[in-house]
């Protein structure tokens, strides 16, 4: 593919990001236009297309509106290929530890967005993304009016293990309401950090 254009206006973090992503990984263009109409995303899509080894310019394109613009370079293209990646191993295991329903202090309604967020963009992880383990407050995710229901199941859907507190659900007096994962117990939660090769706590 010669050149390509992506709409992401509208779009929260990590979505712009990703939708990028997918787009260099599977077509490879030598040029791409990405419109987003925030300074977050204009800032994130301009360091990921360096990452990869495209020269990134970003103009106004009106109305709050900015055109990122990246183009191959070719002199990048070898830094590019080995730049801060983390290497897959076969066989690696990796467990997500969630025990609060938002990630961080000072507004839950950010802390939600967040952990929404979070969730949305672990599938980036591929294969090695193992089990997510929900204890205390995290429980409350897995139940069915639960705001990231969609991005758990999508993950629940592509194999990852999702183990749910039974005493915290219990506690909470929400067992019958959860609707994706496994109820599970202390004794499954200590073997699955002790099994993982690496615990990922937000």
């Known amino acids: 593919m010669q050149e390509t254009t992506l709409d992401c206006r509208g ?22 236009t990405i ?12 360091r990921f297309l360096q990452s990869v080894g495209y020269s990134a ?4 394109a009106g109305q709050g509106v900015w055109q990122v613009t990246g183009k191959k370079d070719q002199t990048a293209v070898s830094v590019a290929s080995c730049a801060c990646r983390v290497p897959v191993r076969e066989g690696r295991r ?3 530890l969630l025990t609060s329903p938002v990630i961080g202090s000072g507004d839950d309604t950010l802390g ?32 069915a009016n639960s705001p990231v229901l969609e ?10 293990h999702i183990l749910v507190c039974g005493t915290c659900l219990e506690h909470f007096g929400v067992l019958r ?16 950090l002790q099994l993982a090769d690496s615990v990922i706590r937000p």
């Open 177 to 192: 309401e959860k609707a994706v994962g496994e109820t599970t117990n202390m004794l499954d939660v200590v073997t699955s």
């Open 94 to 96: 990796v467990a997500v």
């Open 11 to 32: 779009l929260a973090c990590p979505e712009p990001v990703l939708r990028v992503k997918k787009t260099v990984e599977a077509h490879s263009p030598n040029e791409i």
């Open 151 to 160: 991005q758990l199941q999508t993950l629940e859907k592509n194999g990852v």
């Open 57 to 60: 310019i970003d103009s106004p």
């Open 112 to 143: 939600e967005k967040l952990m929404k967020n979070f969730l949305a963009t672990l599938p980036e992880m591929g294969s090695e993304l193992w089990r997510v383990v929900m204890l205390n407050g995290a429980v409350t995710l897995s139940l």
């Open 35 to 46: 419109l987003v109409d925030n300074d977050a995303a204009r800032e994130n899509v301009s």
